[in-house]
């Protein structure tokens, strides 16, 4: 099945700074990659994905980008704010083949002031 | 918050016991998940449904087990067999992949199940 490794596990940045948080997958059909950013006690939410279609894709300070060769993608977080403070997880799916996501391990990401 | 709910928000076990975790969905998708949280180890999925009447066991079924009777409700019964079954539970849905859509997943807001 497939496999997703994360890193880091814990990142801190001061505000303003950028944050790059990596993944790998291991299963060459996985075709979706989203994003989900967890509050503490709260339900991750998606902050943005990306399909195996495309490169790179951006949301304001957010961006993705998919390297489908190598199997790894990375989120990056620019200007950074204190609320952007969160886990972050990336995860991997095959549209058609379930859905069912896989999720990396988790980057807890502190922005201090 | 609407669209995906999940009760209670948290649950207290006696060991031996099975207890039932509640999920319902009102946005109409056919897929639903549920993943088990630990600290440091992200989610795992448990089990999950693309379609009402059917479902598969993820990676962690051991000691769980649902039903999809309806499309909008994905109940998850934690059983005695669950050797370790304090953790949060999130329950997901999605447009099912049986169309190719397969979208985005929305969370519940999860239950704390603590075994005392």
């Known amino acids: 099945g497939e496999n997703v490794e994360q890193h880091p596990s814990t990142l801190s940045v001061q505000e303003g700074d950028s944050a790059v948080i990596k993944c790998t997958y291991s299963d060459s059909a996985s075709n979706y990659f989203p994003w989900y950013k967890q509050e503490l006690g709260k339900r991750p939410q998606l902050i943005i994905d990306?399909?195996?279609?495309?490169g790179e894709k951006k949301d304001q300070r957010i961006a993705v980008t998919l390297n489908k060769t190598a199997k790894h993608f990375s989120l990056h977080i620019t200007e950074t704010q204190p609320e952007d403070s969160a886990v972050y997880f990336c995860?991997?799916?095959?549209?058609?083949?379930?859905?069912?996501?896989?999720f990396g391990t988790g980057t807890q990401l502190k922005v201090e002031l | 918050d609407g669209g995906i709910t999940q009760s209670p928000k948290y649950l207290f076990r006696k060991e031996g016991q099975n207890v039932t975790l509640s999920c319902e969905q009102n946005l109409n998708h056919d897929a639903m998940y549920w993943y088990r949280q630990d600290p440091g180890q992200g989610l795992r999925l448990i089990y999950y449904?693309?379609?009402?009447?059917?479902?598969q066991k993820g990676d962690i079924a051991e000691g769980y087990s649902v039903s999809r009777e309806k499309k909008e409700s994905f109940p998850l019964t934690v059983t005695s067999a669950q050797k370790n079954p304090t953790a949060f539970y999130l329950c997901?849905?999605?447009?099912?992949?049986?169309?190719?859509?397969?979208?985005?997943?929305?969370f519940g807001q999860g239950t704390r199940l603590t075994v005392v």
């Open positions: 449904s693309q379609i009402v009447n059917d479902f």
């Open positions: 997901a849905s999605s447009y099912g992949t049986l169309t190719g859509q397969g979208t985005e997943a929305f």
């Open positions: 995860a991997a799916s095959i549209v058609g083949g379930g859905n069912k996501l896989t």
């Open positions: 990306i399909r195996s279609n495309v």
